[in-house]
């Protein structure tokens, strides 16, 4: 254990105590004041160096210096509040987070996401301080996530890990939040399927099926779901009919693309395909999604998804 000649507090590592007494011991010449105190760990040090450039968008969010390990890139959250309970601190960096993931997603569709939270401790009983950090697991996000679920979840996640911190560490004091970092990583899903998930505003009008394939096939199986009644669940593939015996797919490159419909209805003359903007999508990412209603020979008609490429 080092300790401070100037003012007896200890560090468990030299780097933190050649900070402290460089930045923010009371009693150094060359220091701040005490008033002004940082917090002197390696492990802060480290993440305050790489956050650098302030976002344009709002200045309690720094963007870090360089993303790495395949992050598209990382931003530091942080609150002007002083507040001591999760709850509270994640509650007032709700919109700022959750901005930040929009941003990401309409850039690039689909990403992943975690958070990490720090905190500054202190342990009376030994004289000592540290930064701690806790992090929630990877989740992908998309144009179709329910954004308020994800930060519930996450929120919940970090309530949990400082406070079970909190009873197997005991003696270690919270005595201020310090910033969340959100980071973003690429998603490149499997391209073994072309399956997408509905916005949550269209899930919940229960008036739309969704088949869940495992193959390219988006457009085909979600024709097929609306002309042939289904012998089982709705979204499963198993419910119908290979596309292939039921309609004329040669030379048809799938995942078909928007502008390839035509080609579609050309080979197949008895279907009309109708295509609708999915407004709320539209306008915020990128790509997209289409609403595509289906006409057959009895005329009866059955909205479903696909994406738009």
């Not at 220091?31 to 790489?50: F, I, N, V, W």
């Not at 030379?251 to 008895?270: A, E, S, T, Y």
């Not at 990128?286 to 009866?300: P, V």
Request: glycine share 6%; with cysteine.
């Amino acid at each position: 254990m080092l300790r401070c000649r100037n003012c007896g507090r200890r560090y468990s590592t030299r780097d933190a105590l050649l900070r402290h007494q460089r930045e923010s011991c009371g009693h150094s010449s060359s220091g701040p004041s005490a008033k002004r105190q940082r917090m002197t760990t390696p492990l802060l040090a480290k993440h305050r160096d790489r956050a650098v450039a302030v976002d344009d968008h709002n200045e309690d969010v720094k963007i870090n210096r360089s993303a790495f390990r395949s992050r598209i890139i990382s931003y530091r959250v942080s609150s002007r509040l002083h507040l001591l309970e999760t709850g509270e601190f994640m509650g007032d960096l709700k919109n700022k987070i959750a901005n930040l993931v929009r941003r990401e997603v309409n850039k690039h569709r689909s990403v992943k996401v975690h958070l990490e939270f720090f905190g500054y401790y202190v342990l009376e009983s030994k004289g000592l301080e540290d930064v701690k950090s806790f992090q929630t697991r990877n989740v992908v996000i998309t144009a179709g996530s329910d954004l308020d679920e994800f930060y519930a979840n996450v929120a919940e996640t970090l309530d949990r890990k400082t406070k079970d911190f909190a009873e197997k560490e005991s003696g270690w004091t919270l005595v201020r939040f310090l910033f969340v970092e959100v980071n973003f990583a690429k998603y490149n899903p499997l391209r073994a399927s072309s399956f997408i998930p509905l916005p949550p505003f269209v899930q919940k009008k229960k008036a739309v099926i969704n088949v869940r394939n495992d193959d390219q096939r988006c457009f085909a199986w979600r024709v097929v779901s609306a002309l042939v009644p289904p012998l089982g669940a709705a979204h499963r593939c198993t419910s119908y009919p290979d596309p292939e015996q039921m309609h004329n797919l040669g030379g048809l490159q799938f995942p078909l693309k928007l502008k390839d419909i035509k080609d579609f209805c050309r080979m197949n003359p008895d279907i009309a395909v109708n295509v609708y903007g999915l407004e709320q999508v539209l306008k915020n990412v990128r790509g997209g999604g289409t609403l595509i209603l289906c006409y057959g020979k009895e005329k009866t008609t059955r909205k479903f998804i696909t994406d738009k490429r």
